[in-house]
């Protein structure tokens, strides 16, 4: 089964409006949690490092104040889109390790977003 | 500045026909490598290699490492129009922990 889950799978919203994605890890603590986005026929490309209690690491080119991550809590990372414009539409994705597991890394399910 | 490269990007075969996939990589401090399969939605995991030489075998699937050469190969024997996706090539290099650096892809498209 997943080991970690990812919310909404789908979410369509209308340009200026701030959505947010959730991305849980299952029967385990994740102290780090990775954050991607993936263009139509691209390879994945990495956001944001988000840290259990401290701000997140971002990529360079990755704007912090338009793509809030918080990381709350040892299950939970959230990511949030904040003035979506159309061109932010894009598959976002996160991961986890999974220690135990080989400290295998993980995906959640994905979440599409769609900016109308 | 790290990078990892997949070839080909796409492929086409038929069913029956075996492939390879290949993914090579300039890191530093090499972690381990990791294949993933890319159907409709998030990225599933394959294999997970850290040590040269030692073949992982999953069904029709198999990799191996070659960490003085720096790359690897992903083989499916006896394709499937199933086994259609992307195949996503990871390298985990770096400090314990960071996050993983991903080829561009293949493309693999199995036809009936």
């Known amino acids: 089964g997943a080991v970690v889950s990812q919310h909404p799978s789908w979410v369509i919203c209308k340009s200026g409006t701030s959505v947010k994605i959730e991305c849980r890890s299952l029967?385990?603590?994740?102290?780090?949690m990775f954050w991607y986005r993936q263009f139509p026929k691209q390879s994945l490309m990495l956001m944001a490092t988000?840290?259990?209690?401290?701000?997140?690491?971002?990529e360079q080119g990755v704007e912090k104040d338009k793509f809030l991550i918080n990381h709350a809590s040892l299950t939970l990372s959230t990511l949030t889109v904040t003035s979506a414009h159309p061109e932010d539409s894009s598959f976002y994705i996160c991961?986890?390790?999974?220690?135990?597991?080989?400290?295998?890394?993980?995906f959640g399910e994905g979440s599409w977003l769609t900016v109308v | 500045e790290d990078k990892v490269v997949q070839s080909p990007l796409s492929l086409v075969v038929h069913e029956g026909d075996t492939v390879t996939l290949n993914c090579s990589y300039e890191?530093?401090?090499?972690?381990?490598l990791l294949w993933y399969k890319q159907e409709k939605k998030a990225p599933t995991f394959l294999f997970m290699l850290?040590?040269?030489?030692i073949e992982k075998k999953s069904g029709r699937l198999s990799s191996i490492l070659d960490k003085k050469e720096l790359f690897s190969i992903l083989n499916i024997t006896a394709t499937q129009t199933g086994d259609s996706a992307i195949y996503l090539c990871?390298?985990?290099?770096?400090?314990?922990?960071?996050?993983?650096?991903f080829g561009k892809g293949t493309t693999l498209s199995v036809s009936s």
């Open positions: 991961s986890a390790r999974v220690p135990g597991q080989g400290d295998t890394i993980y």
């Open positions: 988000s840290n259990e209690g401290s701000k997140a690491t971002y």
């Open positions: 029967d385990f603590q994740a102290t780090t």
């Open positions: 990871a390298v985990e290099a770096g400090q314990a922990g960071t996050a993983l650096i």
């Open positions: 850290t040590s040269s030489g």
């Open positions: 890191v530093t401090n090499f972690r381990s």
